[in-house]
């Protein structure tokens, strides 16, 4: 399935059970971007506008670029949209002018493009020493409740391979030689989650089951650990939130590093 379907029919369980990102990675971002109120963030794959609207609520312009129709009309519809352009497009081809923006991010989304595309598409449309930034939240298996549930989602078709790749995307922003001063860092973040929200956070993955089967024993297994982990109707889920940034150069040069 190309990537921007595989959330068909999951944009309102995306939007409304999705863990936003600590305040601190943003923190880091706008400290490392150099970003002032008025700067322009690109965010590709920008989903239902979790990230997005983070960033609009800061102060900065953002244009959200998304493929899902599905997905965008879904970030349309939520809180702090009217402050974001959200438009259709994609990470290897946005339609933006070159060299417009501040900050490119992408948040949740890089494993799901075409890596070598996307980054010259990023490259194009930065300013001159602009930034860019891949964010992603993992979780924490040093947590007990967490690993537990990592258990339960490394049980479903796919999600080994995607989890694998997801958490290797993120390098090759740093060995991309267009781009200089790269970082990386990794932040404490949670959700707290009833067990509709574990429930709805589960299936609004992309390699969620569907199948009747196979969704109905996986709605058991997150019942039975939710009732083994709750406390006071509640789960928190670990996340560590990787961040990877880098600055555009201006001519091709071998200066990463974190």
């Given at each position: 399935?190309?990537?921007?379907?595989?959330?068909?029919?999951?944009a309102?369980?995306?939007?409304?059970?999705?863990?936003?990102?600590?305040?601190?990675?943003?923190d880091?971002?706008?400290?490392?971007?150099?970003?002032?109120?008025?700067?322009?963030?690109?965010?590709?794959?920008?989903?239902?506008?979790?990230?997005?609207?983070?960033?609009?609520?800061?102060g900065?312009?953002?244009?959200?670029?998304?493929?899902?129709?599905?997905?965008?009309?879904?970030?349309?519809?939520?809180?702090?949209?009217?402050?974001?352009?959200?438009r259709?497009?994609?990470?290897?081809?946005?339609?933006?002018?070159?060299?417009?923006?501040?900050?490119v991010?992408?948040?949740?989304?890089?494993?799901?493009?075409?890596?070598g595309?996307?980054l010259?598409?990023?490259?194009?449309?930065?300013?001159?020493?602009?930034?860019?930034?891949?964010?992603?939240n993992?979780?924490?298996?040093?947590?007990?409740?967490?690993?537990a549930?990592?258990?339960?989602?490394?049980?479903?078709p796919?999600?080994?391979?995607?989890?694998?790749?997801r958490?290797?995307?993120?390098?090759?922003?740093?060995?991309d030689?267009?781009?200089?001063?790269?970082?990386?860092?990794?932040?404490?973040h949670?959700?707290?989650?009833?067990?509709?929200?574990?429930?709805?956070?589960?299936?609004?993955?992309?390699?969620?089951?569907?199948?009747?089967?196979?969704?109905?024993?996986?709605?058991?297994?997150?019942?039975?650990?939710?009732?083994t982990h709750?406390?006071?109707?509640?789960?928190?889920?670990?996340?560590?939130?990787?961040?990877?940034?880098?600055?555009?150069?201006?001519?091709?040069?071998?200066?990463g590093?974190?």
């Amino acid at each position: 399935m190309e990537p921007d379907r595989r959330f068909c029919g999951l944009a309102e369980s995306y939007g409304q059970f999705r863990p936003d990102y600590p305040a601190s990675a943003l923190d880091w971002i706008i400290a490392y971007g150099q970003l002032t109120p008025g700067s322009l963030l690109i965010d590709l794959g920008a989903g239902t506008g979790i990230a997005s609207r983070a960033f609009a609520a800061r102060g900065f312009r953002v244009i959200g670029i998304e493929p899902n129709e599905e997905m965008r009309a879904q970030a349309s519809c939520r809180p702090g949209a009217t402050a974001i352009d959200y438009r259709s497009g994609s990470a290897e081809s946005t339609g933006l002018p070159s060299e417009i923006a501040d900050l490119v991010l992408a948040a949740q989304a890089f494993h799901w493009f075409n890596p070598g595309k996307a980054l010259e598409e990023a490259y194009r449309i930065l300013k001159d020493r602009g930034s860019i930034a891949l964010m992603w939240n993992e979780r924490d298996e040093e947590d007990p409740f967490t690993a537990a549930y990592g258990d339960v989602i490394r049980l479903f078709p796919g999600a080994k391979d995607i989890e694998s790749q997801r958490q290797q995307a993120g390098y090759r922003l740093l060995e991309d030689t267009r781009f200089c001063e790269a970082r990386r860092q990794e932040l404490e973040h949670f959700q707290l989650a009833s067990l509709e929200e574990l429930i709805g956070r589960t299936f609004s993955a992309s390699y969620a089951p569907r199948e009747p089967l196979m969704a109905k024993r996986a709605r058991a297994d997150l019942r039975q650990l939710f009732a083994t982990h709750e406390k006071d109707g509640c789960v928190v889920i670990r996340y560590r939130t990787s961040v990877y940034i880098a600055r555009r150069s201006k001519l091709a040069c071998p200066c990463g590093g974190w």
